[in-house]
């Protein structure tokens, strides 16, 4: 046997399938716990794909905006229980994690990256929490012609940034709220279609030919339905072809030309982060 007790487990959790098929899985796929999931999916047994990077720590996730809009920037700073993170000593350590970030001319932000003050605010922090404090990353937007929205969610467990550019008037920064939390409710993988890496895609399409014939579909009409699968994949996980969650007979898209079209402006949703906390 070419896989462990603990690549069964992890199989099992990642796609909610029994531990005989999980075994199967296995055999094929010569212990190889990605293969297993392809094997998985393929056979139609895979009952529920859960997300990669599962909660390994709690803590907060802080969200600063610049006073113009223009840039916003969130963080993630970790501790071990939920009891620490709602001290008023951690939140106090997340916000001035987060002003600091907004003020660095860097996209992307790690522990690397903190001033040494920071860095003695961090060990003060964990000599009076009792636990030990991370500063695990943070993502700065800036928009020159435009506006960067955030979205705080779950108690500051899931928080989310778009860029929009084109406009920052009223309702084109309603649309971006709304696009925020379109974000952390949908969980999208990539902005449109022309994002989805081509072996992604190939993937996709290799998993749904073999559930196609599998099902005994003849083969004239294989092509034909994957490319049915296929848009349905663009809609689930590029945020523009997504159903609008505000009105699920638009697509994102859809809504980004109909606010474009009310603020006579020229609209572009340029780029969205999603920080979950833990992953």
């Not at 974000?183 to 190939?202: C, F, G, I, N, T």
């Amino acid at each position: 046997m070419s896989f462990t007790a603990e690549d069964v487990k992890k199989l099992r959790e990642k796609t909610g399938a029994g531990m005989m098929i999980c075994k199967e899985a296995l055999t094929s796929s010569k212990g190889n716990v990605d293969e297993a999931v392809e094997y998985l999916r393929k056979k139609g047994m895979a009952m529920a794909e859960k997300k990669a990077g599962r909660a390994t720590a709690d803590g907060l996730i802080e969200i600063a905006v610049a006073p113009d809009g223009k840039s916003s920037v969130m963080i993630e700073v970790n501790c071990e229980t939920d009891f620490v993170a709602k001290t008023e000593q951690f939140k106090e350590l997340t916000k001035s994690l987060s002003q600091w970030a907004l003020q660095q001319s860097k996209g992307s932000l790690t522990a690397a990256d903190l001033a040494p003050e920071l860095v003695e605010q961090v060990k003060q922090t964990i000599a009076k929490v009792g636990e030990n404090v991370q500063f695990k990353r943070g993502e700065k937007f800036q928009s020159p012609d435009g506006l960067v929205e955030g979205y705080l969610h779950l108690g500051s467990k899931l928080g989310v940034l778009v860029e929009l550019a084109g406009g920052n008037s009223p309702e084109i920064k309603a649309l971006a709220r709304d696009m925020a939390m379109q974000v952390a409710a949908s969980s999208p993988q990539w902005l449109s279609r022309k994002q989805v890496p081509a072996e992604v895609l190939d993937k996709e399409k290799a998993i749904y030919r073999e559930q196609v014939r599998g099902a005994g579909k003849p083969e004239n009409v294989v092509e034909k339905i994957v490319t049915g699968k296929v848009e349905k994949f663009y809609s689930e996980v590029c945020l523009l072809e997504q159903a609008y969650v505000k009105d699920p007979q638009k697509s994102v898209e859809a809504m980004v030309r109909e606010t474009a079209a009310k603020a006579g402006a020229t609209l572009e949703v340029k780029r969205f982060v999603r920080f979950r906390l833990g992953e």
